[in-house]
């Protein structure tokens, strides 16, 4: 058991350009969960996947955003057309039950100039 | 919608002493699950505590203990015997356990604090 591990750790994009940020949970975790921090804040959940499924989408995640989890393992969360305001820590974290508890990743810190 | 307040944005305390952070939520469910993370400056987000809100019995791990007052709606977590690697900043959070409801977590904005040697 590794963790769950994210990458890359930090990215630096420039406005209008596409991210792309990969999340690989603990392996028998079906439950997947993006989240977003920004700075002083708590977490902002964005998405939820069981297996393969997108369970759950925040009103956070615009259309330019969008999360995959191909064959329930790894899962890929997309920005489109990058803004200043999308500047955060992107984390991920996984469980197998609902209620039990989540383990995160150490998160991709995206920094959009 | 649920929400989860905490109301010391920074809090300090001598090493060996205990400390409490305060914790309250508003829901209008019955039966939900209530955590207390921990992110310390590395960032990894660990989970400290976990009380299902049926349960009457506080939870307690080690050191860390909670006091669950559901009719208050209130959730705080005592670190008893504070350590300097408890430095970080600690974030109560909310889930509801209603099967087929939202699996999301709602966090409180934290507390960051500080154990001094």
């Known amino acids: 058991d590794t963790g769950v591990s994210q990458d890359p750790r930090h990215k630096i994009t420039k406005r209008g350009q596409n991210v792309t940020f990969r999340c690989d949970p603990i392996s028998e975790h079906n439950r997947l969960y993006w989240y977003r921090q920004t700075l002083g804040q708590g977490p902002e959940f964005l998405t939820y996947?069981?297996?393969?499924?997108?369970?759950?989408k925040s009103r956070l995640l615009s259309d330019r955003f969008s999360a995959e989890r191909p064959k329930g393992s790894f899962s890929t969360l997309e920005i489109q057309r990058t803004e200043q305001g999308d500047s955060a820590m992107y984390l991920c974290?996984?469980?197998?039950?609902?209620?039990?508890?989540?383990?995160f990743g150490s998160g991709t810190q995206l920094s959009v100039l | 919608a649920q929400t989860v307040t905490q109301s010391q944005p920074e809090m300090s305390v001598q090493e060996a002493e205990t400390v409490t952070l305060s914790c309250t939520y508003d829901?209008?469910?019955?039966?939900?699950?209530l955590f207390w993370y921990k992110q310390p400056p590395s960032r990894q987000m660990i989970l400290v505590i976990r009380q299902e809100a049926y349960k009457q019995q506080n939870a307690t791990e080690n050191r860390f203990s909670v006091n669950f007052q559901k009719a208050a709606k209130s959730f705080s977590l005592k670190i008893s015997d504070s350590q300097l690697g408890d430095t970080a900043m600690y974030f109560c959070a909310f889930m509801t356990a209603f099967q087929g409801g939202s699996e999301k977590l709602v966090f409180g904005k934290g507390t960051k604090l500080t154990v001094n040697p």
């Open positions: 829901t209008s469910e019955n039966n939900y699950y």
């Open positions: 974290a996984s469980s197998t039950y609902r209620g039990e508890k989540l383990f």
């Open positions: 996947f069981q297996n393969e499924a997108q369970l759950e």
